[in-house]
């Protein structure tokens, strides 16, 4: 059995701190604005805030960081640098953050931390994907595509509850569906569609992201219907 740790929790006990918890470490929060040298007494230190927020903390923990203690921040637009203050003590620095169900993207400033990362990762149930730092931004683009896809969602939710009577009854299923199947529509049917939108933000979004799949699948037709759409047609 993986050795049992103390879990210092710097801004309270978030779900993160729970996963350890139900993992079989000892969790504790601690209150660094008033106690800062309580970190002596943990064994990785849990940073699971905005990167405002842990640059702050790292300043106030620097002085009391000891070597080989481990320090993990979930911040996804920012790496290890976050935690160069405490790095100095010669701590284990590492970064996890959480893209989707268990699924973990990580990085770390050195071979031993992105072991141990992994390892943790793993403690709690997760799969780890080891990053370059350089990837945050598009990983963090991708995430709030995924993030948008509810603006979408809402929008044809609306639709439904105006044009099929009795269906809020059934919305919150309609949450949990899977994505629609999807259908090829010539420029004809396309008019159709797009015409019996009654928002003109959802028809501009309609029309945005049908380019979107006439440039991913080189549909010629399709994105000269767009270029008309945008043209006024």
């Given at each position: 059995?993986?050795?049992?740790?103390?879990?210092?929790?710097?801004?309270?006990?978030?779900?993160?701190?729970?996963?350890?918890?139900?993992?079989?470490?000892?969790?504790?929060?601690?209150?660094?604005?008033?106690?800062?040298?309580?970190?002596?007494?943990?064994?990785?230190?849990?940073?699971?805030?905005?990167?405002?927020?842990?640059?702050?903390?790292?300043?106030?923990?620097?002085?009391?960081?000891?070597?080989?203690?481990?320090?993990?921040?979930?911040?996804?637009?920012?790496?290890?640098?976050?935690?160069?203050?405490?790095?100095?003590?010669?701590?284990?620095?590492?970064?996890?953050?959480?893209?989707?169900?268990?699924?973990?993207?990580?990085?770390?400033?050195?071979?031993?931390?992105?072991?141990?990362?992994?390892?943790?990762?793993?403690?709690?149930?997760?799969?780890?994907?080891?990053?370059?730092?350089?990837?945050?931004?598009?990983?963090?683009?991708?995430?709030?595509?995924?993030?948008?896809?509810s603006v979408i969602r809402d929008d044809a939710?609306?639709?439904?509850?105006?044009?099929?009577?009795?269906?809020?009854?059934?919305?919150?299923?309609?949450?949990?569906?899977?994505?629609?199947?999807?259908?090829?529509?010539?420029?004809?049917?396309?008019?159709?569609?797009?015409?019996?939108?009654?928002?003109?933000?959802?028809?501009?979004?309609?029309?945005?992201?049908?380019?979107?799949?006439?440039?991913?699948?080189?549909?010629?037709?399709?994105?000269?219907?767009?270029?008309?759409?945008?043209?006024?047609?």
């Amino acid at each position: 059995m993986p050795p049992r740790l103390l879990v210092g929790a710097v801004f309270g006990v978030s779900p993160l701190a729970e996963r350890f918890e139900r993992a079989g470490h000892t969790v504790r929060a601690l209150d660094i604005d008033n106690d800062p040298g309580a970190i002596a007494h943990v064994d990785l230190v849990l940073l699971d805030a905005p990167s405002a927020d842990i640059r702050t903390a790292c300043e106030t923990l620097a002085d009391h960081a000891r070597p080989r203690q481990m320090f993990l921040h979930t911040a996804l637009d920012e790496g290890q640098q976050l935690l160069d203050d405490v790095e100095t003590a010669q701590a284990i620095t590492m970064c996890a953050h959480n893209i989707f169900d268990n699924v973990w993207v990580t990085s770390a400033a050195d071979e031993l931390g992105e072991t141990v990362v992994g390892l943790l990762i793993t403690e709690i149930g997760g799969v780890s994907l080891r990053i370059n730092d350089d990837a945050r931004p598009a990983i963090a683009a991708a995430q709030e595509l995924r993030a948008m896809e509810s603006v979408i969602r809402d929008d044809a939710q609306a639709i439904l509850a105006e044009a099929v009577p009795g269906f809020d009854a059934v919305a919150q299923q309609f949450f949990q569906a899977p994505p629609a199947p999807r259908h090829a529509h010539d420029t004809q049917q396309l008019d159709q569609l797009v015409h019996a939108l009654p928002d003109p933000g959802v028809r501009r979004l309609f029309v945005d992201l049908v380019r979107r799949r006439g440039e991913v699948d080189q549909d010629t037709d399709t994105e000269l219907w767009v270029i008309q759409k945008y043209e006024g047609g």
